[in-house]
């Protein structure tokens, strides 16, 4: 089983900032994945956020976060992260990170919480 770990959650102001990060066990060919970011909110299937491709770091968002979310990675340490700004209280949820194609084991998440 491949164990995603996220982390860096946490509750913030509507405008407020926030960075949370994923790693993934070396044994994840982490660098071959195209990975993203998913949203949960209570009674809702995951969404996909933004995704990072693993030819070329190119990036891609929902609508709804363009401009405000930008995705990365760094694949010599099977790491990726997700740096909000201006969030919004719409941007709470549990974030997951997983492959964008054919996610597998999902990991516990972290929860972000933007209050009004």
């Known amino acids: 089983q491949v164990q995603l770990v996220e982390s860096g959650g946490g509750m913030v102001e509507v405008g407020g900032s926030l960075k949370i990060s994923c790693i993934a066990p070396?044994?994840?060919?982490?660098?071959?994945?195209?990975m993203a970011w998913y949203r949960q909110t209570p009674g809702k299937h995951r969404v996909l956020v933004a995704s990072?491709?693993?030819?070329?770091?190119?990036?891609k968002y929902i609508d709804a976060v363009k401009g405000r979310f930008t995705i990365s990675r760094d694949d010599d340490k099977n790491t990726m992260a997700l740096q909000m700004i201006s969030l919004r209280p719409e941007d709470t949820g549990v974030y997951y990170c997983?492959?964008?194609?054919?996610?597998?084991?999902w990991g516990q998440g972290t929860q972000v919480t933007v209050s009004s």
């Open positions: 990072i491709s693993s030819l070329d770091g190119a990036p």
């Open positions: 070396e044994s994840s060919h982490f660098r071959l994945r195209t």
């Open positions: 997983n492959s964008a194609n054919l996610p597998g084991d």
